[in-house]
């Protein structure tokens, strides 16, 4: 059964402090790991996807790279509107669905 | 805006009750999926079509729950006799066929059973 795993559960960070957050991940066969972001209230917002390892995607203060047992989430000098919660999320290269398996979050708070 | 749309938006319904949400997929994807997500979860997978079929489903959708994807557009999630274990935030999501994966998401319905 696929399992993804994020930590910390929660991150407290002051304005311009950079930091990483960790998502490990088990898979039989790896088609794709996907970064998204929610705010309280909203359905997740895409962010990335990455699809083998050694990958790096990066948007704005946002870098995401993959290994093949985990992906890491880099935020450099993050400002009060990039406090969200973070979601990581697997496919399954067997699944004929393309379902996603998503990890419970890690919940970013930036403080000014 | 051609994102994902999803009606309604909340809905307050009592233990019993039938309920039926709405999600109307970006207009070119041809893969539409439903999730549940509850507070301090990851959303989980329920059901997914391509086109108006419906080609799976998650151990999770008891038999009170069915989904329709009438002419390969819009889709229904309908659920009966809803109980109070059933109060969550019910999220769209969908995807294109051409050789990419990512799913766009919906702003969810948020269901919740008194």
């Known amino acids: 059964e696929d399992q993804v795993t994020q930590s910390p559960e929660a991150l407290r960070l002051q304005e311009g402090e950079s930091s990483s957050l960790n998502c490990s991940y088990t898979?039989?066969?790896?088609?794709?790991l996907f970064w998204y972001r929610q705010d309280p209230g909203k359905g997740p917002e895409f962010l990335f996807t990455?699809?083998?390892a050694g990958e790096e995607k990066e948007k704005e203060r946002l870098k995401a790279t993959l290994t093949k047992k985990e992906s890491f989430l880099h935020i450099t000098a993050p400002k009060p509107e990039d406090s969200a919660t973070y979601l990581c999320?697997?496919?399954?290269?067997?699944?004929?669905?393309?379902?996603?398996?998503f990890g419970k979050g890690t919940k970013l708070s930036v403080i000014p | 805006d051609t994102g994902v749309s999803q009606d309604p938006r909340h809905k307050i319904t009592k233990r019993g009750q039938n309920v039926t949400f709405r999600c109307d997929p970006i207009?070119?994807?041809?893969?539409l999926y439903w999730y549940r997500q509850t507070l301090g979860q990851g959303p989980e997978f329920l059901t997914y079509?391509?086109?108006?079929?419906?080609?799976?489903k998650s151990r999770l959708l008891s038999d009170r729950f069915s989904a329709e994807r009438p002419k390969g557009s819009f889709s229904t999630l309908e659920i009966q006799r809803t109980e109070q274990g059933d109060s969550a935030m019910y999220l769209c999501?969908?995807?294109?066929?051409?050789?990419?994966?990512?799913?766009?998401f919906g702003p969810g319905t948020r269901l919740t059973v008194t």
């Open positions: 999501a969908s995807s294109s066929h051409r050789g990419r994966y990512e799913q766009y």
């Open positions: 999320a697997v496919v399954n290269s067997g699944a004929g669905s393309y379902q996603l398996t």
């Open positions: 207009s070119e994807h041809n893969r």
């Open positions: 990455l699809y083998s």
């Open positions: 898979v039989s066969g790896l088609r794709g």
């Open positions: 079509f391509q086109n108006e079929a419906q080609l799976e």
